[in-house]
């Protein structure tokens, strides 16, 4: 039996502690062990669809209470998971299910469990000749025990956040996933007997999936998990659960903290209870400062400590994690001399007013090697920007394409992020944007996260709804547009504003002009699934 299903059998057999699901509504808790029983019903009952060993197996349920069972069931059977990318209303669906088809068929998938609110979705798949088997046929099932399974045997194949018509899965066997989880408890110090985790994330994602359902489960932490819809809908629950129920830990993207802070801001005095919690994680897309520095201002009247705040890095090929600061230092800004960053391709550090300040994402967690190359694939020193690469236990061994499987690894066993970064002094990692994604103009690398930061920060532009978009990709003169989204957007005076005043602040920022800026109306800045930007795709907006 590999270590991760053993450890998670026996925090079912000895855990008091459990999922909390149903907020704000029908708040149910149910114990890891109750869930395990639950599980063992659905596992077999998956037995009698002919699921075994080896197998694949894809998700597409809303409902954290129905997740949970349904993937702990497969991982008896020793099968792995594809949790679907789900629907929405403004979903196109034909062109999903053409597309969950073209997922269906590059995993192999035996079968696909469907769950609430997604039955609709049913005849389409069983149309295209997908089989399906509801929960409600799995909870049916008669109990089985658990088959044996190895370190090496895939757990989860998770969807990359791009995947659409042209899909990647990245694969994660049961001792990636073990090892991260363990590296991650250590070095955030979770203790399962009293930690509660707070969250929101969607289950399709792997900060969701791995970081606030597997990683409980597997150690029997309690942990609260409402949809994104809920949060959406009233992103002050988010802060109300931590209070509610004296939450210490949890984690969301920066557009969450940045809607948190105006939240919190608009609150009455003694609307949430904020003193419990010890960790703010924020990762999955690039970190503003500015916006931290805005959540700690409006929980401070709530007894948020700001140490509790916290950028980290993660990625789905490393199973989750790649590196995470120790707890209770809060955020830590390297001050670099911009100019030497651009041009140069080094981190000096300065001291200066015009200093480019850069979140600190923490150290590797253990188990992770990097390091930073250059063009020609030379390790860099510290403070060198380049690409960031990772090798160690917890990095997959693969990816399943439409073309057939294809190796993560180069024969050391390095991957590339694609990420451009660089470690300090002190192994603190900094990430400055993706390859892909930076402006090359007058010889200086401009990243668009900087763009972005600036754009956000105008009147009216909506938190975490601006893209920076690279004009003339390799040619001698590059340049750059912005698209921003407003709900202002039918006051033509309004948009006039904001043109000028994000023109500006681009300028001051960056010190060059965008071509154009795109004033735009909610939803219309495409975003990948877990809500990154999709900024190889926006060039539509400004008819490019």
């Not at 190895?150 to 990245?170: H, R």
């Not at 001051?508 to 795109?518: D, I, L, M, Q, S």
Request: with cysteine; net charge negative.
């Amino acid at each position: 039996m590999s270590k991760f299903t053993e450890e998670m059998y026996a925090s079912a057999a000895e855990s008091t502690r459990g999922l909390v699901t149903g907020e704000p509504d029908r708040p149910l808790r149910q114990t890891w062990r109750e869930i395990h029983q639950v599980a063992r019903a659905m596992a077999g009952g998956l037995a009698a669809a002919g699921i075994g060993h080896g197998d694949a197996i894809g998700v597409l349920a809303g409902m954290p209470v129905d997740i949970a069972p349904a993937c702990q069931a497969a991982w008896m059977r020793g099968a792995c998971v594809t949790m679907l990318h789900q629907p929405t209303p403004r979903t196109d669906l034909a062109v999903w299910a053409r597309d969950t088809e073209t997922v269906i068929t590059m995993i192999e998938a035996s079968a696909v469990i469907v769950g609430p609110p997604f039955e609709a979705a049913t005849p389409l798949l069983v149309e295209r000749g997908i089989r399906v088997v509801t929960l409600d046929e799995l909870r049916a099932g008669g109990e089985v025990d658990p088959v044996a399974t190895a370190e090496s045997d895939i757990v989860v194949q998770q969807l990359t956040s791009g995947s659409t018509g042209s899909p990647k899965a990245v694969q994660l066997t049961h001792a990636n996933l073990y090892t991260n989880a363990c590296a991650m408890i250590d070095r955030l110090k979770i203790d399962p007997k009293q930690d509660v985790m707070i969250s929101w994330l969607p289950l399709f994602h792997d900060m969701g999936m791995v970081g606030f359902l597997t990683l409980p489960m597997l150690f029997g932490a309690e942990v609260v998990s409402i949809t994104p819809l809920d949060f959406l809908n009233n992103p002050l629950l988010w802060a109300a659960l931590m209070g509610k129920y004296r939450g210490s830990v949890t984690a969301a993207p920066n557009f969450a903290y940045s809607v948190l802070a105006r939240r919190l801001a608009q609150a009455d005095d003694g609307a949430v209870d904020l003193s419990t919690m010890r960790c703010l994680l924020n990762g999955a897309e690039p970190v503003d400062p500015d916006t931290l520095t805005a959540v700690a201002a409006a929980g401070a009247r709530f007894g948020l400590d700001p140490r509790a705040l916290a950028p980290v890095y993660g990625m789905a090929e490393v199973t989750l994690a790649v590196s995470l600061p120790e707890t209770g230092l809060g955020m830590v800004l390297d001050a670099v001399d911009p100019d030497l960053l651009e041009s140069g391709g080094i981190a000096v550090p300065s001291r200066r007013s015009n200093a480019r300040r850069l979140p600190t994402l923490g150290t590797l967690v253990s188990g992770l090697q990097g390091r930073v190359v250059g063009e020609d694939r030379n390790e860099l020193p510290a403070r060198g920007v380049g690409i960031i690469e990772l090798r160690g236990a917890s990095v997959t061994p693969g990816y399943l394409t439409v073309d057939g499987p294809r190796p993560a690894q180069d024969p050391d066993g390095w991957i590339d992020t694609g990420d451009v970064g660089y470690f300090t002094e002190d192994g603190l990692v900094v990430v400055c944007g993706r390859a892909k994604d930076v402006i090359i103009m007058g010889g200086r690398n401009i990243y668009p996260t900087d763009i972005e930061r600036a754009a956000c920060g105008v009147r009216g532009v909506r938190p975490g709804n601006a893209v920076a978009i690279r004009l003339d990709a390799g040619k001698k003169r590059e340049g750059f547009a912005v698209a921003v989204e407003t709900n202002e957007i039918d006051s033509a005076e309004e948009i006039r504003r904001i043109e000028h005043e994000v023109t500006h602040a681009v300028v001051a920022e960056v010190g060059v002009r965008p071509r154009t800026v795109a004033v735009l109306g909610p939803g219309s800045i495409p975003k990948t699934s877990s809500g990154k930007l999709r900024r190889a795709t926006s060039i539509a907006l400004i008819g490019g």
